[in-house]
């Protein structure tokens, strides 16, 4: 993995001999090409700190897409992922106190609870984080299958997140399996902007989405993302597959600046924060 974008004193120091860009700067080369540890990665992709009053929450997005814009193959994000883009999600994993995903995601992903990693152990604790992330599932008709482990064996208790519509059987089962459902909409759906609301009153202001595209669609729409962490797969598949975020479009499209560019293998790391 290399470094592209914030240009440090590092990559600048290896520019090749003679490279000037406009104005005589210098052209910053590329890293040398290695495996980064994962405090390296945690250090890349570190939240940022906001408010002098306290943290405020921040809203990250994790997803990956080809070359033609695929969010998918054949259903499943894992055909078009590789092993670093792996490292990376379990990266943003480790340092989020959330992890919100919509239903149709954990039905098709096959999601389980966040895991401990003793890796990053030390830096949860100073952060005042707990051993893992809970996971929060977005959504309306809460028709999951609660007999898995994501709902029986989390080692923090999965959260469910619906609006105040939703079927009350549906609801007891949840609770009776071990989740903790919050209610974030008046209707059958989440408001967004209330269910960020809901989980900083929990504590958790590092939040971080997986998708599906329906759920991010709906954060872009809302105006509640802050960063959008996408990886770029080197690949073609063509088809009809979803992009990474769906639904209505926005009156007025969202600029974001880049904040940080990595590459591995042709797999390019990016991320967006709002301007």
Request: charged share 20%; with cysteine.
């Given at each position: 993995?290399?470094?592209?974008?914030?240009?440090?004193?590092?990559?600048?120091?290896?520019?090749?001999?003679?490279?000037?860009?406009?104005?005589?700067?210098?052209?910053?080369?590329?890293?040398?090409?290695?495996?980064?540890?994962?405090?390296?990665?945690?250090?890349?992709?570190?939240?940022?700190?906001?408010?002098?009053?306290?943290?405020?929450?921040?809203?990250?997005?994790?997803?990956?897409?080809?070359?033609?814009?695929?969010?998918?193959?054949?259903?499943?994000?894992?055909?078009?992922s590789s092993a670093t883009d792996m490292r990376v999600f379990g990266t943003l994993r480790a340092l989020a106190d959330v992890v919100?995903?919509?239903?149709?995601?954990?039905?098709?992903?096959?999601?389980?609870?966040?895991?401990?990693?003793?890796?990053?152990?030390?830096?949860?604790?100073?952060?005042?984080?707990?051993?893992?992330?809970?996971?929060?599932?977005?959504?309306?008709?809460?028709e999951l299958d609660f007999s898995l482990p994501l709902f029986t064996s989390p080692l923090v208790p999965t959260l469910i997140l619906?609006?105040?519509?939703?079927?009350?059987?549906?609801?007891?089962?949840?609770?009776?399996?071990?989740?903790?459902?919050?209610?974030?909409?008046?209707?059958?759906?989440?408001?967004?902007?209330?269910?960020?609301?809901?989980?900083?009153?929990?504590?958790?202001?590092?939040?971080?989405?997986?998708?599906?595209?329906?759920?991010?669609?709906?954060?872009?729409?809302?105006?509640?993302?802050?960063?959008?962490?996408?990886?770029?797969?080197?690949?073609?598949?063509?088809?009809?597959?979803?992009?990474?975020?769906?639904?209505?479009?926005?009156?007025?499209?969202?600029?974001?600046?880049?904040?940080?560019?990595?590459?591995?293998?042709?797999?390019?790391?990016?991320?967006?924060?709002?301007?």
């Open positions: 993995m290399r470094r592209l974008f914030p240009v440090t004193d590092e990559t600048a120091a290896q520019a090749p001999d003679g490279a000037y860009g406009a104005g005589g700067a210098s052209v910053p080369g590329p890293l040398v090409d290695r495996e980064w540890t994962l405090a390296e990665l945690a250090a890349a992709y570190a939240y940022p700190e906001r408010g002098p009053g306290g943290r405020e929450p921040w809203l990250r997005a994790n997803m990956v897409a080809t070359l033609d814009g695929a969010a998918q193959h054949e259903g499943r994000s894992q055909p078009i919100v995903v919509g239903a149709e995601t954990v039905r098709q992903e096959g999601y389980r609870p966040a895991r401990a990693r003793e890796e990053f152990a030390a830096l949860r604790a100073a952060a005042g984080q707990g051993p893992a992330p809970a996971i929060a599932v977005v959504t309306a008709s809460l619906t609006g105040a519509a939703a079927a009350p059987d549906r609801v007891a089962a949840a609770e009776k399996a071990g989740a903790r459902v919050v209610v974030a909409g008046d209707g059958m759906g989440i408001d967004p902007p209330r269910a960020v609301r809901a989980l900083a009153e929990f504590g958790h202001t590092r939040l971080l989405t997986e998708g599906g595209p329906r759920l991010l669609g709906q954060m872009v729409a809302s105006g509640v993302l802050d960063e959008l962490c996408l990886t770029v797969s080197p690949m073609l598949t063509a088809g009809d597959a979803q992009r990474i975020a769906g639904g209505p479009s926005i009156t007025v499209p969202q600029r974001f600046a880049l904040a940080g560019l990595l590459e591995d293998e042709g797999f390019l790391f990016s991320s967006y924060r709002r301007q």
